[in-house]
């Protein structure tokens, strides 16, 4: 098993930047890939940025050049830095991970990000 905790969001003005955390533990060996979803109001989960334990990283377009995720730390914290946020940023904001070889993926609860228009 293992478990998620994100923190760190809150209301950020337009503009503004913002650093979601999100701390891992447990039975992580495994994992073979760290990421980061967003599910706004009305709308459909998505996957914002993904990062493999050999580093390669995805972005959604929408985020690419805003968004930057990075390696789990020697705290077992994983990172999510939100700069130039928009409105439509808005979202509840999961960590999640994936075990490839049994096909495992594990959340957390979410954390809440406001960008008010």
């Known amino acids: 098993q293992v478990q998620l905790v994100e923190s760190g969001g809150g209301l950020v003005q337009a503009g503004g930047s913002l650093r979601v955390s999100c701390v891992v533990s447990?039975?992580?060996?495994?994992?073979?890939?760290w990421g980061w979803y967003r599910q706004a109001p009305g709308k459909r989960r998505e996957l914002v940025a993904s990062?493999?334990?050999?580093?390669?990283?995805n972005y959604e377009a929408s985020v690419k050049d805003r968004f930057t995720i990075s390696p789990l730390d020697a705290k077992n914290t994983l990172y999510l830095q939100i700069n130039s946020l928009r409105p439509e940023d808005t979202a509840v904001y999961y960590c999640?991970?994936?075990?490839?070889?049994?096909?495992?993926?594990?959340w957390g609860i979410g954390t809440l990000v406001t960008v008010p228009s």
């Open positions: 990062i493999t334990t050999g580093g390669n990283t």
């Open positions: 999640h991970s994936y075990e490839l070889t049994r096909g495992l993926e594990y």
């Open positions: 447990g039975n992580i060996a495994r994992i073979t890939t």
